[in-house]
């Protein structure tokens, strides 16, 4: 079963809808033009029931379908951007400074608008497709808002699927993994406050420069020393802030990062880890030293029976050889993953083909994509909603 012609023909309007989103970038959930034009568009195709304002920002869109009643299942797609600079060079290049679609989600909500369109033509399934849009998947947590607001509940979802573009994964391959399948994000502040001097004469200091050294390096053994080989954790410091002047030095030293783990008890033994690093640095170097971990998104973990299944729409649009039911783990984090927690379902990964990586200011979506990501959701929908 390859690709729908309907999605191969649609695929020209489509990719203009993903330029039009993709030239005017919005972050977290300040997507109101994004969530207007969503909006107007599931009118246009003649949605049974079109909702804005869930997760202030989010819209779904519901299709019931022409045999009958049934379950209700979700589809998702998420609309904001990065605070990223553009360089691509595109003529639809982001017309937002400072802003841009550096993830492929101008691409996610555009193929996902497309299967509505085809979906509300056709209606051929039993039950109702709920097309989902949320803001904010780019740290804000826009998929927990939606499911606070009473998402689930309000439309029935029994169960719920996401898909993401992949750099590097060829145009017309799927790649999922049951489980764990992206990482659960904690973002850490560590701030050190010691005693500021002439550089000089750094004995009459407590230097937090070299105490923060310390720390970056120290903080390394938590994933070579303190966790399980086959254990997955990434800790790793992407800010260091400390002093104005070449010769002085500072008072105070901010360091701050992320942590990423597969697992809810790796991430604890991380923090504890991080504590006792503090702890004994701040004691050798007579500084005092004040950890923030702030946890983040959970680890986004797919239900066995949707990712079976979802890996067989996938291998009927795409053929078995181009589907990789086992592809590793991601160390990203995804927001999905409170959606997968509130319902059974299922989040793969689709191939973007040779271009830049995600969050890269050269990334662009694939328009060439378009008909694979459309084909499966409408297989998706038609097939878990057969009458």
Request: proline residues 5%.
């Amino acid at each position: 079963m390859p690709i729908l012609n309907r999605a191969a023909e649609l695929q020209p309007e489509i990719a203009a809808w993903r330029r039009h989103i993709h030239e005017d970038p919005e972050i977290l959930f300040d997507v109101h033009n994004t969530a207007a034009f969503v909006a107007e568009r599931l009118r246009e195709f003649g949605c049974d029931e079109v909702v804005t304002g869930l997760g202030r920002t989010g819209v779904v869109g519901v299709i019931k379908g022409r045999h009958g009643p049934g379950k209700t299942i979700g589809l998702r797609a998420d609309m904001d951007a990065l605070p990223i600079t553009e360089i691509t060079g595109k003529p639809y290049a982001s017309r937002n400074p400072g802003k841009m679609h550096a993830c492929g989600h101008d691409g996610h909500t555009a193929m996902l608008l497309g299967a509505a369109k085809y979906l509300a033509e056709t209606r051929n399934f039993a039950g109702s497709v709920a097309v989902i849009f949320q803001p904010a998947e780019e740290g804000g947590g826009g998929g927990k808002e939606m499911v606070k607001d009473g998402m689930m509940e309000r439309f029935d979802i029994a169960q719920v699927f996401g898909m993401h573009n992949l750099p590097g994964l060829p145009v017309g391959h799927f790649g999922i993994r049951p489980g764990a399948i992206m990482a659960s994000t904690a973002e850490i502040t560590i701030t050190i406050k010691g005693r500021g001097a002439h550089a000089a004469q750094p004995h009459r200091s407590i230097d937090p420069i070299v105490a923060g050294s310390q720390l970056v390096v120290a903080l390394q053994t938590i994933a070579s020393r303190a966790v399980d080989p086959i254990e997955s954790v990434v800790v790793t410091i992407t800010k260091f802030h400390g002093g104005d002047a070449y010769n002085v030095i500072p008072e105070t030293v901010q360091l701050a990062g992320t942590v990423r783990t597969l697992k809810d008890e790796v991430s604890r033994r991380a923090e504890e880890r991080m504590q006792a690093i503090c702890a004994g640095i701040a004691a050798a170097s007579e500084s005092d030293i004040k950890l923030d971990f702030r946890r983040n998104y959970p680890v986004t973990v797919n239900h066995d029976a949707e990712t079976e299944f979802a890996a067989g729409v996938a291998a009927a649009i795409a053929g078995e050889t181009s589907v990789d039911r086992a592809m590793a783990p991601m160390m990203g984090g995804e927001d999905f993953s409170y959606m997968l927690k509130a319902r059974p379902g299922a989040f793969i990964f689709m191939g973007n083909g040779d271009t830049a990586g995600l969050h890269h200011p050269a990334y662009d979506f694939n328009d060439e994509a378009i008909p694979h990501g459309v084909s499966y959701w409408v297989r998706l929908a038609e097939t878990a909603l057969a009458k």
